[in-house]
């Protein structure tokens, strides 16, 4: 594992021990995350706007509206940054000051590219449908050029990225541990519920088993 940062900008300076910086484990928390987080500066006013993304080998894609300001701006070679955060639990501590949350989070800094060939970006649908629901792509209807074209669709390297991650119980004082106070963890996990089909199916249909055994994190990494 990569003792430093890529870059002085990513190195992890608030909590530095929970810095991560090895690409495997920033690509398995991008390939967990279902939304990203898009920062940016357009006309001196920063907006953070979320959208779906997809890691495909050493860049991150982003799915955008063609005529979204967020295309306007990054297509011009504009700096931003991509965060994505998993919760994987509350920490509750004898102390309030001490309270805080078991998560994973990555940010990618760096400035993205337009992708223009019709087939990287059909490879970059591909990967965000399989983002969302492995398997889904071989059974749905392919993208026409016309919906390609109302697509845009960005590619931001993983030059400079770094993870931050947090396990484990809280971290009182040990003057604090006699307190009859209960102290411990809240593990979240992200659970499906039963699917529900579109009510204008015209015919029931079985739910498949990519739908119906469907897991966060299951998606294979790339």
Known sequence: MPASAPTARTRVRRAPKRGVYDREEIDAI???????HVGFVHDDQPFVIPTLHA?????????????????????GGAPCCL??????????????FLHSANYRSVVVLGRARAV????????????????????????VRQPTRQELKATQVLALPLDEASAKIRRGPPLDEDEDLDREVWAGEIPFHLQPSAPRADP????PIPVPDHVANWRPGARPAT
């Open 83 to 96: 965060t994505v955060t998993l919760l994987d639990g509350l920490v509750l501590a004898r102390a309030a």
């Open 30 to 36: 991008l390939d967990e995350a279902l939304v990203c």
């Open 200 to 203: 204008r199916a015209r015919r």
């Open 55 to 75: 890691r495909v080998g050493d860049e991150v894609y982003i799915h955008l509206s063609s005529a979204s300001r967020l295309v306007r701006t990054l297509s």
């Open 116 to 139: 223009g060939s019709e087939q990287e970006k059909l490879r970059a649908v591909e990967a965000f449908t399989t983002q969302l629901v492995p398997d889904r792509w071989e059974q």
